[in-house]
């Protein structure tokens, strides 16, 4: 079965302190693996696509990394603004072509 | 250009009513997407569209939940009889098409549905 596992389920960081958030993923063929970040009341906002072990990607202070059971979000010298949940999910080659499983967030809290 | 819109932002129904949830998707994009989301959780998947047709409607829960795109743009989900367990935020998304490089999925903001 698919499955997507973040962890951890919270974070608080100081300003400028950089970490990394950690998506654990068990699929039957991976068609991509997909990071977004959900503001409160809002929609989940479109960040990264990785599709191949190996694979990096970056955006301002984030940076998204590939590995075969895994993926990481790193986060360099954060600002309050980067508050959020992030969300990591995968797509599947297997029985649920067509749609993504999402793990359950990481809620991150930067304080200045 | 406009994003994913979706409407009402919150509906508030009693048990047993009919609800039905609109998404405006990105112009252009062939694939529509609908997942729920409940608090605390990621969003699940309930049914996509390519094109006009339900590609994968494996994700709606039972027959209480359907969901249209007669024209290939616009989508209405529909929940008859609505119990209070049907209570979530209601997203729906879309993608260029689908298929790896062009399925990224773009949001719209959500529905609130509370079945009171």
């Known amino acids: 079965e698919d499955q997507v596992t973040q962890s951890p389920e919270a974070l608080r960081l100081q300003e400028g302190e950089s970490s990394s958030l950690n998506c654990s993923y068990t699929v039957s063929g991976l068609r991509g693996l997909f990071w977004y970040r959900q503001d409160p009341g809002k929609g989940p906002e479109f960040l990264f696509t990785l599709y191949s072990a190996g694979e990096e990607k970056e955006k301002e202070r984030l940076k998204a990394t590939l590995t075969k059971k895994e993926s990481f979000l790193h986060i360099t010298a954060p600002k309050p603004e980067d508050s959020a949940t992030y969300l990591c999910a995968v797509g599947s080659w297997g029985g649920s072509q067509g749609n993504l499983i999402f793990g359950k967030g990481t809620k991150l809290s930067v304080k200045p | 250009g406009a994003g994913v819109s979706q409407t009402p932002s919150n509906k508030v129904t009693e048990k047993g009513k009919y609800v039905e949830l609109r998404c405006d998707p990105i112009?252009?994009?062939?694939?529509l997407y609908w997942y729920r989301q409940s608090l605390g959780q990621g969003p699940e998947f309930l049914i996509y569209f390519q094109g006009t047709g339900a590609a994968d409607d494996s994700g709606l829960p039972n027959d209480r939940f359907f969901a249209v795109r007669p024209e290939g743009s616009v989508s209405t989900l529909k929940i008859q009889r609505t119990e209070r367990g049907d209570s979530a935020v209601y997203l729906c998304?879309?993608?260029?098409?689908f298929g790896t490089g062009n399925n990224e999925q773009f949001f719209g903001p959500g529905t609130r549905l509370t079945v009171l």
């Open positions: 112009s252009g994009h062939t694939a």
């Open positions: 998304a879309s993608s260029l098409s």
